[in-house]
C-alpha cells in the first residue's frame, strides 16, 4: 500500500447534512420545504442516511507544474483543461482525495427499489447530501492543514466540472489506490463504486491566509 | 516441513511492511512496485534478506498487485512474479534455514458485482492466472491479504484452492471492526473456514493496539491458526513525509498480547521493519502459544454477518418455493424477479433469519435461474440463504455465485446423493441439511432415523465434512395420514439431540398438509419441537401463529432478555387502527380530487396522501369492492382522478417527487388488491398501452427509471423493464419480439448520451417503426433531438403525459 495515501474517517454525528440540498436535490422549491409532512419526511431520511452513512476519505500531497497556459501536469500526466488551470494556476502543489458514504448506503437504496420508491427517491437525495457533507468535513481538515503551514486552499475541483474530463478518474484512481483505504473502486464506464462518491482536486496556494 | 504442519507446533512469524521501504528507496507514487522486481531486484532481494536476518519464516514475494487486470500483457505478469520468486529465493539461500515463500495476492482494487462492475468469475480467472504462475515458480504457499470484501476473498480462495497448495487468508478491518464491505470476524471465519483457508487472520489498515477486538473474534470462531499482520499504527504527514508511530519495542509489547490472545502466525504490514519482526519475535517466543481447538460453532453467513445454530431457533423463511404456489410459478415461467425478491424482502421484514431458495420448475432453466435469483437477492437482501435445489448444477453454480457460507438444502441417507453433495459442500463450504431418507424409503420409527443420521456423518466426516456442519432434518409427515407421524418426529428431535448432540431442522408446515386451519396445527406443532430441541425451523414468517408460537417460546424459555422482543412483538399484534404512512398530523380532505361518487372520495383522499396501507391491503378498495361497486368504476372514479390530482400538483409545483410517488404506491396498492378481484372472477385489467423501459449501456444511476417505471404502471401501462447498463442489441431485440412500439431510455451522465444515441440508431435502422421517448439528469431537448429521439420528456409525470398522447393516437 502506498504510505503516502492517509486515511479520513468522517464522525458521523457532526456530519452536516443540509435539509436544504436535499430538498434540492429533490427539485423542491423553497417554499415546498416548509408545506405539509414534506420536512418530516426529509428529516427522516437524512437521519437514515446519517446511520447508513461510513464516511471515510483517502488523500494525498502532490507537485504540480503548468507546462503552458491551459495545461496542468497532474501526478498521472498532463491534462489539458482551461477551467483546472484556471482553479489551480500558480499553486505548486495539490491534494488530491476521494472520499465515499460507503456501501451499506447503496445496499440499503436498491432494496428500497423493491419496497418504496418514494422513500428510494427520499434516501437517495440525502444520500448525494451526505458525501457532499463528508467532502466538506474532509476539506476542512486539509484547510486546517494547509493554514498551519501558512497556507490556503483554492476550491476542490472534480473530474467532470467544466471541460476536466472524467478520464481523469483512471488518473486519480491509480493514484491513491482508494479500493485499498476506503473500499471505493472506479468501473470501467468512470462511475464510481459505492454510488455516492467524490474525488476532488484541491490547489495548495502559497502565502499567508 | 509442511507449513501447517509448523503452524500446528509453535509460532510462525511472517515478514513485514514493503512499501514504506521501497518509498523511501525512491518509489514513486502511482509507480506500481512489482516492476520493481527486475528494476531493482537487488533492492528487493535485501529486503528480503533482512526479514530473515530478523526472524521470520515466511517471505511475501513482491507480487501484490501482480495481476492481469494491472498487467495485461502476459508474458510481463509472468516475468515480474518469476522475477519476485527468484529474488526471495536469493535471500533464502544466504540466510539458510527452513523459510518459506508464500505467493502474495492482493486486492483486485475493483469491486464486484453487484456492488461494481467486476463478475465475480472474471475476478476468479484473474486470481487463476496469478495462481497459475505463481505455482510454476514452485510458491511453498499462497497467502491472500488486505482483502476488504468477503466477495472477492472468495474468488481468489477458491483460485489458489486449486492450486492443492497451502492457503492463508488475512482481511483488511476499519476501524469499526468490519471488512469495508460490511462483514465482522465471525463473519469472515465462517466462510473462509467453509472454502478450506488452512489459516486466516488480519492485515493492515489498523495498527496491533487497534487491532485487539477484530483478534478476539477471530481467536474465538476460529479452528484453523490465526494470522496478525498489523501496520506500524497510523500513518500521519510529518512535513511531507510519511510517519508510522509504533517503534519496534512497542509493537513487540502488543504482539506478545495478541499471541496471548491465541494468535499464532505472526509478523507486520505497512510501515514495520525487520526491527520490528526481530523484536516482536523475541518477544513471543518467549510466551507458550495457546493450544490450537475445534470450535464448535456452527455458522453461516451472508456477506455483513453470520448466524449461528444451536441457541435460538432459526427461522427460514419458506416462500421462495413455488411448489403449491400458482403466483410463484406464473413468476418463475415470467421471470417476474421483482415479485420473487419481494416475496424475500417480506420475509426479511417479518424477521426470518435466513432464506431458503428453491427456483425449480420442470419448464424452466433451473440452473440459470437459481444463479439469477441468488445473486439479485443477495444485492437488495443480507439474510444468509439456504439453497434448496436437487439439480446438482444449479446447487454448484448457486453454491459457487454466493456471498458468504450458505445453507445447502439437502443431503440424505442414499449414496449417490451423498456422494454428489459432500464434494460440493467440502469445495464451497456451507451448513448441509441432511433428510433422514436411504434407499429404503422414510422410516417409521424414530430410532431407524436416528441411524440414517448417524450414517451420514460418518459419510460426511470421510468427505471432509465436520459434523457441526450438518443439521439433520427428521422429517415432518401429515398427521392427517399417518396418526403417530407426530410423535415420532418429536421423538427423532430428542434423540437427535441427546444422543447425538446434532443440530436438526424441520419443515414444519408439513405436519398438517391435508388439514383445515393448518396454521393452529402448525404453530402447535412448532413449539413442541422446539421443546424437544429443534435448531432451526422452514417456516412462513408472515404467519402471525407461527410467530406467536416463536416469540412466547423464547420469552417462557428465558432466551429473550426482559422480553424486550414479545413485547415489540405484542405491539404488532393488538388491533391498532391502521396507521398513517405520512404525516402524524390529522389532515383534512384536500378537496383536489373531483369525484363522481361520495363514497370513493375516502379511497381518492388517501391516494392523493399516500396512504399505501390504507388504500391497498384489506383496506379501501377492498372495502368498495365488497360493497359491490364494479371495478372499474373505482379504477376510473377514484384512482386516476386522484393519481391526476397529483399529478397535477406535480406539474403545478405545489407537490413534489416524494408525494407522487407515495401516491403511486398507494394507488398500486389499490390496484393489486382490484386485480386479484378480477383474477378471482376471470376478468383481465385492460391494457393501455406496452413500453420498454432502459437505462442505457454504461450506466448504473437507475432511480430515475424505476420512477418513471412505477407511474407508468399505474397508469394502465406494461412495462417491460430491461434494467440498468443494457446493451443497445438487447433492447432492440427485445422491442422487436415483444412488438414495442415505444421505447424509454434514460442516461444521467454525458459519457452515456453515446450509447443512447447509438441504441436510437440501431433501432432506426432494424425496427424503424417504434418511437423512442428519452429522459434523465443530463439530457435537455436539445440533446435528444441531435441524438435523433422523438421525444423529450422531463420527469415522470411528463412521461406519462407523453404515453396517453402516444397510445390514443
Redesign the interface.
Known amino acids: 500500500?502506498?504510505?503516502?495515501v492517509?486515511?479520513y474517517?468522517a464522525d458521523a454525528e457532526k456530519l452536516v447534512i443540509s435539509e436544504a440540498e436535499t430538498a434540492r436535490y429533490?427539485?423542491?422549491?423553497r417554499e415546498?420545504i416548509a408545506?405539509?409532512?414534506?420536512e418530516?419526511?426529509i428529516l427522516a431520511a437524512i437521519e437514515k442516511t446519517r446511520r447508513l452513512t461510513?464516511g471515510?476519505g483517502c488523500y494525498?500531497?502532490?507537485e504540480v507544474s503548468y507546462p503552458e497556459e491551459g495545461t496542468v501536469l497532474l501526478?498521472?500526466g498532463e491534462v489539458r483543461s482551461r477551467d483546472l488551470y484556471r482553479n489551480l494556476f500558480p499553486c505548486p502543489e495539490i491534494y488530491v482525495f476521494a472520499a465515499t458514504i460507503?456501501?451499506?448506503f447503496?445496499?440499503e437504496?436498491?432494496?428500497l427499489?423493491?419496497?418504496?420508491?418514494?422513500?428510494?427517491?427520499?434516501l437517495?437525495a440525502a444520500g448525494a447530501s451526505a458525501v457532499e457533507a463528508v467532502c466538506d468535513a474532509l476539506n476542512e481538515k486539509l484547510e486546517r492543514?494547509a493554514e498551519a503551514e501558512g497556507k490556503r486552499l483554492r476550491r476542490r475541483f472534480s473530474p467532470?466540472y467544466g471541460d476536466l474530463s472524467?478520464e481523469n478518474q483512471k488518473g486519480v484512481?491509480?493514484?491513491l489506490?482508494p479500493?485499498?483505504f476506503?473500499?471505493l473502486?472506479?468501473?470501467?464506464?468512470?462511475?464510481m463504486?459505492?454510488?455516492k462518491s467524490v474525488t476532488a482536486i484541491i490547489g495548495i496556494e502559497d502565502g499567508t491566509v | 516441513m509442511d507449513v501447517l504442519e509448523k503452524a500446528k507446533r509453535g509460532y510462525l512469524f511472517f515478514d513485514g511492511g514493503c512499501?514504506?521501504i521501497l518509498?523511501a528507496a525512491g518509489l514513486k507514487?502511482?509507480e506500481l512496485p512489482e516492476r520493481w522486481n527486475l528494476e531493482h531486484s537487488e533492492v528487493i532481494e535485501k529486503l528480503h534478506y533482512e526479514y530473515l536476518c530478523a526472524g521470520a519464516d515466511i517471505l511475501k514475494t513482491n507480487t501484490f498487485g501482480a495481476n492481469s487486470l494491472k498487467f495485461p500483457d502476459e508474458g510481463e505478469l509472468r516475468s515480474l512474479i518469476e522475477g519476485a520468486f527468484s529474488n526471495a529465493r536469493r535471500a533464502c539461500e544466504r540466510a539458510g534455514g527452513e523459510r518459506y515463500v508464500a505467493l502474495d495476492i492482493?486486492?483486485?482494487?475493483?469491486?464486484l458485482k453487484?456492488?461494481?462492475?467486476l463478475d465475480f468469475e472474471d475476478a476468479y480467472k484473474i486470481f487463476k492466472k496469478t495462481v497459475d504462475i505463481g505455482v510454476d515458480c514452485g510458491a511453498d504457499l499462497i497467502l491472500v491479504e488486505?482483502m476488504?470484501?468477503i466477495y472477492e476473498a472468495k474468488a481468489a480462495v477458491l483460485a489458489a484452492k486449486e492450486s492443492g497448495l497451502r492457503v492463508f487468508l488475512t482481511t483488511?478491518y476499519?476501524?469499526?471492526g468490519k471488512l469495508?464491505?460490511?462483514a465482522d470476524p465471525r463473519t469472515v471465519v465462517a466462510v473462509a473456514e467453509g472454502l478450506g483457508v488452512d489459516a486466516v487472520g488480519i492485515n493492515?489498515?489498523l495498527g496491533p493496539d487497534e487491532m485487539m477486538g477484530v483478534v478476539d473474534g477471530l481467536c474465538e470462531y476460529a479452528s484453523v491458526p490465526v494470522i496478525v499482520n498489523p501496520n506500524a499504527g497510523?500513518?500521519?504527514?510529518e512535513g511531507?513525509r510519511?510517519v508510522?508511530d509504533v517503534t519496534p519495542e512497542k509493537f513487540a509489547a502488543s504482539m506478545k498480547i495478541i499471541a496471548g490472545k491465541g494468535a499464532r502466525i505472526l509478523g507486520g504490514?505497512?510501515?514495520t521493519t525487520p526491527a520490528h519482526i526481530e523484536k516482536m519475535r523475541e518477544a513471543v517466543l518467549g510466551t507458550e502459544p495457546k493450544p490450537l481447538c475445534e470450535k464448535e460453532h456452527t455458522l453461516i453467513s451472508s456477506y455483513t454477518h453470520a448466524v449461528e445454530f444451536g441457541r435460538k431457533c432459526i427461522l427460514i423463511g419458506e416462500r421462495i418455493n413455488p411448489t403449491g404456489k400458482k403466483r410463484f410459478k406464473e413468476a418463475l415461467r415470467a421471470g417476474d424477479m421483482?415479485y420473487i425478491?419481494?416475496q424475500g424482502?417480506e420475509q426479511a421484514d417479518k424477521g426470518a433469519d435466513v432464506l431458503d431458495v428453491n427456483v425449480g420448475l420442470p419448464e424452466i432453466d433451473e440452473v440459470r435461474m437459481m444463479e439469477e435469483t441468488v445473486t439479485q437477492l443477495q444485492?437488495?437482501?443480507?439474510l444468509p440463504l439456504q439453497i434448496d435445489t436437487t439439480d446438482p448444477a444449479a446447487m454448484e453454480k448457486a453454491l459457487r455465485r454466493y456471498n458468504g457460507k450458505p445453507m445447502i438444502n439437502s443431503v440424505n441417507g442414499k449414496e449417490e446423493v451423498m456422494a454428489q453433495v459432500f464434494p460440493l459442500a467440502k469445495k464451497y463450504g456451507g451448513l448441509v441439511v441432511a433428510l433422514t431418507i436411504d434407499e429404503d424409503g422414510i422410516p417409521e420409527t424414530a430410532e431407524k432415523r436416528l441411524e440414517i443420521a448417524r450414517k451420514i456423518y460418518e459419510r460426511a466426516e470421510a468427505y471432509g465434512i465436520k459434523k457441526k456442519d450438518i443439521i439433520i432434518d427428521p422429517l415432518a409427515m401429515s398427521i392427517s395420514a399417518q396418526p403417530d407421524s407426530g410423535n415420532i418426529t418429536l421423538r427423532s428431535l430428542r434423540l437427535i439431540h441427546e444422543e447425538l448432540g446434532g443440530l436438526t431442522s424441520l419443515g414444519v408446515s408439513n405436519i398438517s398438509f391435508g388439514l383445515p386451519k393448518r396454521e393452529l396445527v402448525n404453530a402447535a406443532f412448532f413449539s413442541m419441537a422446539m421443546e424437544n430441541g429443534l435448531s432451526a425451523a422452514i417456516m412462513n414468517p408472515s404467519s402471525m401463529e407461527m410467530m406467536k408460537s416463536y416469540k412466547c417460546y423464547n420469552a417462557l424459555h428465558g432466551m429473550d432478555e426482559n422480553c424486550a422482543e414479545y413485547i415489540a412483538f405484542a405491539d404488532t399484534v393488538s388491533d391498532a387502527p391502521v396507521q398513517a404512512a405520512?404525516?402524524e398530523?390529522k389532515?383534512k380532505p384536500s378537496g383536489a380530487v373531483q369525484v363522481e361518487k361520495e363514497e370513493l372520495r375516502p379511497l381518492a383522499e388517501a391516494v392523493v396522501r399516500?396512504l399505501k396501507d390504507r388504500a391497498g391491503g384489506n383496506g379501501l378498495a377492498r372495502e368498495l369492492l365488497e360493497m359491490g361497486l364494479e371495478p372499474v368504476e373505482i379504477i376510473d372514479g377514484a384512482l386516476i382522478p386522484a393519481l391526476d390530482a397529483v399529478g397535477k400538483g406535480f406539474e403545478k409545483?405545489?407537490m413534489?417527487?416524494?408525494?407522487l410517488?407515495?401516491s403511486?404506491?398507494a394507488a398500486a396498492a389499490a390496484f393489486d388488491v382490484i386485480k386479484d378481484w378480477l383474477k378471482s372472477s376471470g376478468a383481465g385489467q385492460e391494457i393501455k398501452g406496452r413500453m420498454v423501459l432502459a437505462t442505457v449501456k454504461?450506466?448504473?444511476?437507475?432511480?430515475g427509471k424505476?420512477?418513471v417505471k412505477?407511474l407508468l404502471e399505474n397508469y394502465g401501462y406494461e412495462v417491460i423493464d430491461l434494467g440498468k447498463?443494457v446493451e443497445p442489441e438487447l433492447i432492440v431485440e427485445t422491442a422487436m419480439k415483444e412488438g414495442i412500439k415505444l421505447v424509454g431510455l434514460s442516461a444521467l451522465?454525458?459519457?452515456?448520451v453515446p450509447a443512447m444515441e447509438e441504441t436510437i440508431k440501431l433501432l432506426h435502422e432494424r425496427y424503424p417503426e417504434c418511437s423512442t421517448v428519452v429522459g434523465g439528469a443530463v439530457m435537455t431537448p436539445e440533446y435528444a433531438k441531435m441524438i435523433k429521439a422523438d421525444r423529450y420528456c422531463k420527469?415522470a409525470m411528463d412521461t406519462v403525459r407523453f404515453a396517453e398522447e402516444f397510445f390514443k393516437s
Not at chain 1, 427499489?113 to 427520499?122: G, I, Q
Not at chain 2, 492482493?106 to 469491486?111: I, N, S, V, Y
Request: include cysteine; charged fraction near 20%.
Open positions: 500500500m502506498d504510505s503516502r492517509f486515511t474517517i429533490l427539485g423542491y422549491s415546498g408545506a405539509a409532512g414534506n418530516t419526511l461510513a471515510k494525498g500531497r502532490y501526478p498521472w460507503g456501501a451499506a447503496d445496499r437504496l436498491k432494496r427499489a423493491y419496497v418504496s420508491m418514494a422513500e428510494a427517491a427520499l437517495q492543514m467532470g472524467l484512481f491509480s493514484l489506490t479500493a485499498r476506503i473500499g473502486s472506479l468501473m470501467d464506464s468512470l462511475v463504486s459505492p454510488e | 512499501g514504506t518509498q507514487a502511482g492482493g486486492p483486485l482494487g475493483k469491486l453487484p456492488l461494481g462492475d488486505t476488504n470484501d483488511a476499519d476501524e469499526s469495508l464491505t460490511g493492515c489498515s497510523l500513518p500521519r504527514s511531507g510519511t508510522y504490514c505497512c510501515g421483482d425478491l419481494g424482502l444485492a437488495v437482501c443480507d405520512a404525516g398530523k389532515e399516500g409545483g405545489t413534489f417527487l416524494p408525494q410517488l407515495m403511486a404506491e454504461g450506466d448504473v444511476h437507475d432511480i424505476n420512477i412505477v447498463d451522465m454525458t459519457t452515456t420527469d
